[in-house]
């Protein structure tokens, strides 16, 4: 599946995955292949996303995901320093 994560300022990621965590207003809740579609909002905290290379983690202060198709959109409004 297609994971692609941008700020306001710049393009952070874009390219295969094999899973995707999400911190969500509600929980956390990880994205798979053939996840159903899905629009939620981000909380501060951690995305992880694992591709054939490894696994990243990354400090986010809120945003907003959608999930259509195996395509992952995740709008980030910063990033913790």
Known sequence: MYLEII?????????????ATFPGK?????????HAAIISTLEAGTIKYKTAQGETSLEITGGVVEV????????VEGLKK
């Open 68 to 75: 259509l198709k195996d395509n992952i959109q995740v709008l």
């Open 26 to 34: 509600k929980g956390s809740f990880q994205v798979l292949k053939n």
């Open 7 to 19: 700020t306001p300022d710049t393009n952070i990621f874009a390219g295969e995955v094999v899973s």
